[in-house]
T-cell receptor
Framework: NAGVTQTPKFRILKIGQSMTLQCAQD?????MYWYRQDPGMGLKLIYY???????DKGEVPNGYNVSRSTTEDFPLRLELAAPSQTSVYFC??????????????FGSGTQLSVL | GDSVTQMEGPVTLSEEAFLTINCTYT??????LFWYVQYPGEGLQLLLK???ADDKGSNKGFEATYRKETTSFHLEKGSVQVSDSAVYFC????????????????WGLGTSLAVNP
C-alpha cells in the first residue's frame, strides 16, 4: 500500500517563483488536508477538502491555492513564493474526517525553502 | 478557543526508563483526544486516541487516559526503547455543534524524545 504520496521531498525556490506540491492517496479517502509545520509551532491547516470538487480554507490559506478534481489527488499551489512560506508541508487524508473515529494518514512531507 | 498545551522538549531518557509526556487541553464541549508520533524523516501517524472521559487509549506499550477533571491526556510508557525516539504530538478534535463530520484537529507543538542506549 502506497498510502499518501507527496512529491517532491525537498525544493528550494527563489522569491516570486511558483510551484505545485503534489499529493496522492490510494485509500479512496474522501477527506484530504494540507498542513504546514514550522519549527516549534506545531501544525497549521492550510486547506482541506471533503471530496472531489469541494475545498475549503483552513487557518493559514493566504498565498496558497488547491484543487480537487479527483478523489485521489489534492495538489497545493504556491504562487509568488515568499520567505514566510519556508516550512515543511504535509498532506494527509482520512475516511471519516477528524471526528471520534477519524484517523489521519500523513505523507512523508515536503521540505520547502524560499530564498 | 480550543487549545492544546504540551510539555516542552527535548526529553532525553536512557533505555528502559519511564516516560511521561504531559498534555493538557482547553475545550468547550466534549473533544476527542489523540497522540500522534512522528519518526525522523517520516509523516505523522496516529499512536492512540480516546473519545470520552476516563477512556484509556493504548498502543505499542504507550498509554494515555482522558481525564476530564484535570483536562489532561498525558502519554506514558513504562520502559522506553531507542526505537521510541521521535516527536510526539497531542491533539484534540473540535466536537462543536457546527463542526459537522469534518471536525478539525487542534495540535500541540510537539515534544521531542531521544532515548539513549
Amino acid at each position: 500500500n502506497a498510502g499518501v504520496t507527496q512529491t517532491p521531498k525537498f525544493r528550494i525556490l527563489k522569491i516570486g517563483q511558483s510551484m505545485t506540491l503534489q499529493c496522492a492517496q490510494d485509500m479512496n479517502h474522501n477527506y484530504m488536508y494540507w498542513y504546514r509545520q514550522d519549527p516549534g509551532m506545531g501544525l497549521k491547516l492550510i486547506y482541506y477538502s471533503v471530496g472531489a470538487g469541494i475545498t475549503d480554507k483552513g487557518e493559514v490559506p493566504n498565498g496558497y491555492n488547491v484543487s480537487r478534481s479527483t478523489t485521489e489527488d489534492f495538489p497545493l499551489r504556491l504562487e509568488l513564493a515568499a520567505p514566510s512560506q519556508t516550512s515543511v508541508y504535509f498532506c494527509a487524508s482520512s475516511f471519516l474526517g477528524t471526528g471520534e473515529s477519524g484517523k489521519l494518514f500523513f505523507g512523508s512531507g515536503t521540505q520547502l525553502s524560499v530564498l | 478557543g480550543d487549545s492544546v498545551t504540551q510539555m516542552e522538549g527535548p526529553v532525553t531518557l536512557s533505555e528502559e526508563a519511564f516516560l511521561t509526556i504531559n498534555c493538557t487541553y482547553t475545550a468547550t464541549g466534549y473533544p476527542s483526544l489523540f497522540w500522534y508520533v512522528q519518526y525522523p524523516g517520516e509523516g505523522l501517524q496516529l499512536l492512540l486516541k480516546a473519545t470520552k472521559a476516563d477512556d484509556k487509549g493504548s498502543n505499542k506499550g504507550f498509554e494515555a487516559t482522558y481525564r476530564k477533571e484535570t483536562t489532561s491526556f498525558h502519554l506514558e510508557k513504562g520502559s522506553v526503547q531507542v526505537s521510541d525516539s521521535a516527536v510526539y504530538f497531542c491533539a484534540l478534535s473540535d466536537e462543536g455543534e457546527n463542526a459537522g463530520n469534518n471536525r478539525k484537529l487542534i495540535w500541540g507543538l510537539g515534544t521531542s524524545l531521544a532515548v539513549n542506549p
